[in-house]
T-cell receptor, first 117, second 111 residues
Framework: NAGVTQTPKFQVLKTGQSMTLQCAQDMNHNSMYWYRQDPGMGLRLIYY???????DKGEVPNGYNVSRLNKREFSLRLESAAPSQTSVYFC????????????????FGSGTQLSVL | DAKTTQPTSMDCAEGRAANLPCNHS???????VYWYRQIHSQGPQYIIHGLKNNETNEMASLIITEDRKSSTLILPHATLRDTAVYYCIVRVYNQGGKLIFGQGTELSVKP
């Protein structure tokens, strides 16, 4: 099982460049998420998508845009990269386990390490 | 989401039980308690979650106090491979998918 696949695994950008981080899941999950993790810190939610066609802001959305292209794919775009966006980015999808949407289990990708010079 | 408080770090001897506490004193009745861990720089891994009752699976046990204001994750026989950062998260009903991670507890299992 592939699970959650992120590409690329590593990327170096210059300030002002743009790029898109790709994420795909093959588990037929409705919800997908983008988190960033800075050294020595916990994960911070950037954006999430509760279902195909919907997206919403998390804790730190500034400087990012997202697209829920279809049920499988959720991409994160940096239009004009800044050094403050140097981080490890994780994509996740969730499986609802019961009647309520809060009863769920997240599956994470292996991360994209991004450096902005 | 209800705020959670965890110790920054803990040590545990290999083969002994690791008991990781979490305080969530503002938790509401329909909020689940989740535990995830992150080994080195890998993506976080789901461990266990619960609402009111104690839970056990192949990885761990979750003990939730009767008033639900705190919980403990128990790794019954810790191994060196359990060295990781452990996150306790409270998930709010009808909050549209936000799962907010805190700082977590860095568990070091020592030989």
């Amino acid at each position: 099982n592939a699970g959650v696949t992120q590409t690329p695994k590593f990327q170096v950008l210059k300030t002002g460049q743009s790029m898109t981080l790709q994420c795909a899941q093959d588990m037929n999950h409705n919800s997908m998420y983008w988190y960033r993790q800075d050294p020595g810190m916990g994960l911070r939610l950037i954006y999430y998508s509760a279902s195909e066609g919907t997206t919403d802001k998390g804790e730190v959305p500034n400087g990012y845009n997202v697209s829920r292209l279809n049920k499988r794919e959720f991409s994160l775009r940096l239009e004009s990269a800044a050094p403050s966006q140097t981080s490890v980015y994780f994509c996740a999808s969730s499986e609802v386990l019961g009647r309520y949407s809060t009863n769920e289990k997240l599956f994470f990708g292996s991360g994209t390490q991004l450096s902005v010079l | 989401d209800a705020k959670t408080t965890q110790p920054t770090s803990m040590d545990c001897a290999e083969g002994r039980a690791a008991n990781l506490p979490c305080n969530h004193s503002t938790i509401s009745g329909n909020e689940y308690v989740y535990w995830y861990r992150q080994i080195h720089s890998q993506g976080p891994q789901y461990i266990i979650h619960g609402l009111k009752n104690n839970e056990t699976n192949e990885m761990a046990s979750l003990i939730i106090t009767e008033d639900r204001k705190s919980s403990t994750l128990i790794l019954p026989h810790a191994t060196l491979r359990d060295t990781a950062v452990y996150y306790c998260i409270v998930r709010v009903y009808n909050q549209g998918g936000k799962l907010i991670f805190g700082q977590g507890t860095e568990l070091s299992v020592k030989p």
